[in-house]
């Protein structure tokens, strides 16, 4: 996930400020003073009430407001994702990066996928040196006319840059990298209960964040040259739309409508959501929380392709005093959740079901 996500907050809530500040008028005297500090006074204690400077472990509440089908395997789901975390940390061009790969592909082909690898080159951002890429394309049934994009990263940031006490640490990355890549391994296994005339792509970029110093290095490598490949080559059935998971398993899972998503490719966005309340999955929430840059931006922007990201980045709440655990040491398998993959998955594929 981009660390442009953060400046992005932060910009809005300065423009959200200067908007609201020249839109009306200054307090003046002793009156207004008293007033000010006494809506201070009431929201501190508000904020007291719910739980926000509240620290402790929190009960997550099921993402559902019913049993998830069966055939949806929790424990599967997060057997894959424990599975990729067991590997260790999987930057692009690693030999862990390899085994999921290889791993990956295997699974894909036993569910009845075509496996390819579209690899490319880039010059490593620390000392130039040359680091193989590879996004990889598992495909059902390409003949197929009405088209869908399912996608992913699978790569983990180099380092825990955000974690407070060691940056320079192991990053796992459970919920930044592998929630997205263990969804999909599971939604493969009921690709073939789809309608006659869909067709499903799943592929998982390489270098989403490759990024050793920030400022300096390019994020979304790989959605970047897939998006470039398929406007210069179109495909004879092109996607409908797209579906981007990162960061789905979170054990106190909330899924906000991004706003780029929104801007994109409305109708897909609320088409999911409407599925997942018509499923009782409350974890979808019809609200817009956060603009977020992630690997929807190039599909939309350069291939055109409506994609939309299903992302829930308050990772695991919101709130002054909470507990961050994106790009963190803590981005681990403990902090996620097999019922949230699960319950994403249901939405996702059952989404398809109506196409």
């Given amino acids: 996930m981009s660390d442009a996500i953060s400046q992005t907050q932060t910009a809005n809530r300065s423009a959200w400020k200067a908007s609201s500040e020249e839109g009306e008028p200054k307090p003046r005297g002793w009156r207004n003073v008293i007033l000010a500090i006494g809506f201070m006074v009431a929201g501190l204690i508000s904020a007291v009430v719910a739980g926000v400077f509240d620290r402790s472990p929190v009960k997550p509440q099921s993402p559902t407001t019913r049993a998830i089908p069966a055939k949806y395997d929790q424990q599967r789901a997060f057997q894959y994702l424990n599975q990729l975390c067991d590997l260790g940390p999987r930057p692009s061009g690693s030999e862990e990066m390899q085994r999921q790969q290889q791993i990956l592909s295997k699974l894909f082909s036993a569910n009845g996928a075509t496996v390819e690898m579209q690899t490319f080159e880039?010059?490593?951002?620390?000392?130039?040196?040359?680091?193989?890429?590879?996004?990889?394309?598992?495909?059902?049934?390409?003949?197929?006319?009405?088209?869908?994009?399912?996608?992913?990263?699978?790569?983990?940031r180099p380092y825990p840059d955000q974690d407070r006490v060691n940056k320079r640490g192991t990053f796992i990355g459970a919920n930044d990298g592998a929630s997205g890549v263990a969804a999909l391994a599971e939604i493969s296994h009921h690709l073939s209960?789809?309608?006659?005339?869909?067709?499903?792509?799943?592929?998982?970029?390489?270098?989403?964040?490759?990024?050793?110093?920030?400022?300096?290095?390019?994020?979304f490598l790989g959605s970047t040259f897939f998006a470039e490949k398929y406007k210069a080559n179109p495909p004879a059935n092109p996607y409908v739309a797209g579906v981007l998971l990162d960061m789905v398993g979170d054990r106190e899972l909330k899924i906000y409508f991004e706003s780029n998503s929104l801007d994109f490719a409305p109708e897909v966005a609320r088409e999911v959501w409407k599925t997942a309340d018509r499923l009782g999955v409350r974890a979808f929430v019809p609200r817009r929380?956060?603009?977020?840059?992630?690997?929807?931006?190039?599909l939309n922007e350069i291939a055109s392709i409506p994609t939309i990201d299903i992302i829930d980045f308050d990772y695991p709440r919101p709130g002054f005093g909470a507990p961050r655990?994106?790009?963190?040491?803590?981005?681990?398998?403990?902090?996620?959740?097999?019922?949230s993959l699960s319950a994403v998955v249901w939405v996702v594929h059952e989404w398809l079901r109506q196409q």
Wanted: net charge negative; charged share 30%; glycine share 6%.
């Fill in 122 to 156: 880039i010059r490593h951002p620390e000392d130039g040196s040359p680091v193989l890429m590879a996004n990889l394309i598992a495909q059902w049934h390409p003949e197929r006319p009405k088209r869908f994009l399912l996608c992913a990263h699978y790569d983990t």
């Fill in 193 to 219: 209960d789809l309608p006659a005339d869909v067709g499903i792509d799943i592929v998982l970029f390489d270098g989403e964040e490759f990024v050793w110093q920030q400022g300096r290095d390019d994020y």
């Fill in 289 to 298: 929380r956060h603009r977020i840059e992630d690997d929807h931006i190039p």
């Fill in 325 to 339: 655990y994106w790009h963190t040491e803590q981005d681990a398998p403990k902090n996620c959740s097999g019922e």
